[in-house]
């Protein structure tokens, strides 16, 4: 029998999610964003779950690659364009929308020779400092250069919001009038938001928009939780109770003994521990979910087990089920606790977990 651990992945949550981001986008286009293999989800599931969506995001070539081998016909958008220039023959041949954010792509640009012309989304950095041109002679002689090109369409110009996760309408409006000072006399596409200022910043713009963490149900802001977005939880990891333990007032629990029991406690040991994505930062006390109630966790994470309370949870014996987190735990709420984000503990499920579909 395979280690009882499973990353359940929801379908039909992912299906309304995306139907959620859609209604905010109030029209515009919607790229749903699959980088990191869906965020953990898999790239074949998102492109069977988003078939309504106007378009894929991601940027590595081989998830684009399978994509196209799943069936996506639709854009796919490189978000990070290509980095050298044999990967202009795959961007050529799989028929991708490439960003430009450096000078030195316009050059490996120039000199290819494209079947057809290569669509592009040139970004803007107006704030972020990571990818992007920064100043208007920059924007303008790229633009220039790339309209010069006969194989080359610049179908939209872009831009990343650094702080959109905050409420305050000052959080993206400084990147936002830069944004529009530094490509004055563009006439076309605008491609802006991701799933924080599509749902937080509704004055933000563009034909087009860049959702990643809403449509996986966790919540893109640190001081609120993903059921006020109106989304759904995506991804459940459980595992099964292997083992119990009792263990006397004073007795520890896992390596390092960093916890020690005051009352008597009862001690359930899940096969789940950090090399299967769960945080070893998770610290005592995170929640999880057996036998309709949370307990809390106790001791360190190991590499494959983690400790829980059953204290409360009498019935839960070897064979329980505990949810680590899903519809009962939100992800945001162990990873908060965690000292991270939901979307780094989603992207990190482990390959040896093994994924079952609903929905
Ligand atoms: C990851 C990413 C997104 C999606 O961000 P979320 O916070 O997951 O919605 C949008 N645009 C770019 C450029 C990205 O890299």
Known sequence: MPRPINATIDLAALRHNLTVARRHARGRRVWAVV???AYGHGIERAVRAFGDADGLALLDLAEAQRARDAGWRKPILLLEGFFEPADLDVVDRLDLT?????????AMLRACRPQRPLAIHLKINTGMNRLGFADLPAVQEALAQLQALPHARVTALMTHFANADRDDAVAVDAQLQRFKRLIQGWQ???CLA????????????????????????????????AAAFGVRAAMTLSARVIATQQVAPGGGVGYGVQFAAATPLRVGVV???????????????????VENIRV???GRVSMDM??????????????????????????????????????????????????????
């Open 194 to 225: 991701n799933s924080a200022a599509l749902f937080m910043h509704s004055h933000v713009g563009g034909a087009s928009v860049r959702p990643g963490i809403v449509l996986y149900g966790a919540s893109p802001a640190p001081d609120k939780a």
């Open 306 to 359: 983690l400790c829980v309370d059953l204290t409360h949870a009498p019935q839960a014996g070897i064979g329980a089920e505990v949810e680590l987190w899903g519809s009962h735990i939100p992800i945001d709420e162990v990873a908060t606790v965690a000292g991270t984000v939901g979307y780094e503990l989603m992207c990190a499920l482990a390959a040896r977990v093994p994924v079952r579909e609903i929905g």
């Open 296 to 298: 809390p966790t106790v």
């Open 271 to 289: 096969a789940c521990g950090y090399a299967d994505g769960y945080p070893r930062s998770a610290p005592n006390g995170t929640p999880a979910f």
């Open 188 to 190: 076309g596409e605008m």
């Open 35 to 37: 980088k990191a293999n």
């Open 98 to 106: 490439s960003v430009i954010h450096d000078a030195e792509q316009i």
